[in-house]
């Protein structure tokens, strides 16, 4: 059965990776997609895109990028950008590793974040982790000097794996990762996964390193 194209109603906000293929000619270049050349920061697995709608309104002056293979979730996300008619966000549809590999001009991006991962649990299925060496690389390669990259899950061992591939990274320093606050409404949250898990009461490892000079 032929794949069903996306549908366009949410462009700008939602784009596929095709279309950046199409419309861009395969490139991000960030002063022609944003329109401006401010900083750019993204969200790789955006979710339903708590942290892209609070971040881009706390933020005017910095441009979001929203990553998510799911598209029904990357379309929620993109929704709520559309309603605020929210210039400086937008979302990408498709596997961010394609984007982070062949879209993204080296050092371009100023942060990447990277909120409660999927942990594919049973081992046989670990292999489709992001969070990787190579996932790493990418991001290395990607940021300017100085840049962060952010990780927090839920999930202890797998913050371990995180902490194991950047603590040591020749590439980033550890940096004090920002403390925990008691939320003062249903939207201060960093993210819709950290809202869920800090209600049910888990604990929530966070990671920040930043991005040595080249
Ligand atoms: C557990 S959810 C967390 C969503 C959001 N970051 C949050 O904290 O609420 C992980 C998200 O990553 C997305 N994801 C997993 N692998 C991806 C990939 N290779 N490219 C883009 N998104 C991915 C999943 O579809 C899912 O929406």
């Known amino acids: 059965m032929q794949k ?26 960030w002063p022609v997609f944003f329109g401006n050349d ?9 979710g339903r895109g708590l942290f892209l709608f609070r971040a881009s309104e706390t933020r ?12 029904r979730e990357g379309r929620r996300s993109a929704r ?9 966000a937008r979302v990408l549809g498709g596997d961010a590793n394609v984007a982070l590999d062949r879209m ?27 969070f990787t060496d190579e996932f790493v690389g990418r991001c ?13 899950t839920d999930v202890e061992e797998y913050f371990g794996v995180i902490s194991g591939i950047m ?3 020749e590439l980033f320093t550890k940096e004090e990762p920002p403390a925990e606050v008691l939320p003062e409404h249903d939207m201060d949250y960093q993210t819709s996964f950290e809202r ?19």
């Not at 005017?60 to 598209?71: A, H, Q, S």
């Not at 709520?80 to 400086?88: A, C, D, H, T």
């Not at 046989?124 to 992001?130: A, L, N, S, Y």
């Open 104 to 130: 993204i001009e080296p050092h371009s991006v100023s942060a990447i974040h990277v909120y409660f991962p999927d942990p594919w649990w049973k081992k046989r299925h670990r292999r489709r982790r992001i």
């Open 196 to 214: 869920k898990k800090r209600k049910d009461g888990w604990e929530i490892f966070r990671g920040l390193w930043q991005r040595k000079a080249l």
């Open 140 to 152: 290395a390669r990607l940021l300017k000097p100085g840049g962060y990259l952010h990780s927090w």
């Open 38 to 46: 401010h900083e750019v920061e993204l969200d790789v697995g955006c």
């Open 80 to 88: 709520r950008l559309q309603k605020q008619e929210r210039q400086n």
């Open 167 to 169: 603590d040591h990274h």
């Open 60 to 71: 005017p002056g910095t441009n979001f990028l929203g990553m998510e293979i799911d598209y």
């Open 4 to 29: 069903m194209p996306p549908p366009t109603d949410l462009k700008p906000y939602f784009l596929v990776l095709e279309d950046i293929d199409q419309e861009y000619g395969g490139k991000l270049d």
